[in-house]
């Protein structure tokens, strides 16, 4: 019998050989020793909160259901935060999925350049240079840009009445168009709502008109519970009139 064939043999004898009861035994123990680890891993640390946070969250009421603009001036006052923070709406609906497209009316966004034509803006795209994302003009002005309707036409920036590009009221078409434009849609597996509604330093009364605009969008017969806060701030719920 070779060398190799004998090793074998022997492996096989120890396996054989070796007590059914001392593998339970073994596996058992090491089961035992590793038990505690897995759940020291589980637990979790209490959240603690802040001595300020704690005293922002008593100057509110969590069974009280405030007025729109109450609410709003609540979660103002509570925010923590030394940055300009968000103000967010959480709510809870009847629907799943996409509810539908929502302009804020006072909620800019900085995705978007808008330029109003001028000399420099002409002399850039007299050199195919095109640093913008809209592009407004004046009745006086729009005869300048006639020579490069081909090359703003097929990208849709040539300016026209219809979306208000084409307009003696340019300031007033800036701060319409650059309102946040944006889908309201809830997660996944729930008809959960989470979405952006305005900043802190904003006047309260422009942001109680983003809430009310999502609440339009909505439909308030739709709406189990909302909730607003500060980024850094404690919850404050808003009163739905049905």
């Known amino acids: 019998m070779s060398k190799t064939s004998q090793e074998n043999k022997k492996k096989k004898l120890v396996v054989e050989e070796t007590p059914v009861e001392t593998i339970e035994t073994t596996e058992s123990q090491e089961a035992t020793n590793e038990t505690p680890v897995v759940e020291e891993t589980v637990k979790k640390a209490a959240k603690v909160r802040s001595k300020k946070y704690q005293a922002a969250k008593k100057k509110v009421d969590i069974n009280k259901y405030y007025p729109l603009i109450e609410a709003v001036k609540l979660v103002k006052e509570t925010s923590l935060s030394k940055f300009d923070g968000k103000v967010e709406a ?97 997660e996944k597996k729930a008809p959960v709502v989470h979405i952006i509604v305005g900043k802190t330093s904003q006047p309260e009364t422009e942001i109680a008109a983003n809430v009310e605009e999502l609440i339009k969008v909505v439909k308030s017969n739709k709406i189990k519970k909302l909730c607003l806060c500060a980024t850094m701030g404690p919850s404050v719920k808003v009163e739905i009139v049905k």
């Open 90 to 186: 959480h709510l809870i609906g009847t629907d799943l999925g996409n509810i539908g497209e929502i302009t804020f009316p006072h909620l800019e966004t900085a995705s978007k350049k808008i330029v109003v034509l001028n000399d420099t803006v002409l002399a850039e795209i007299k050199d195919g240079k095109i640093n913008f994302d809209i592009l407004i003009a004046t009745p006086i002005t729009m005869p300048k840009l006639l020579p490069f309707a081909k090359l703003l036409g097929p990208k849709g920036l040539m300016p026209n009445p219809k979306n208000g590009t084409l307009t003696d009221k340019p300031e007033e078409s800036i701060k319409r168009l650059s309102a946040a434009k944006t889908m309201v849609k809830t």
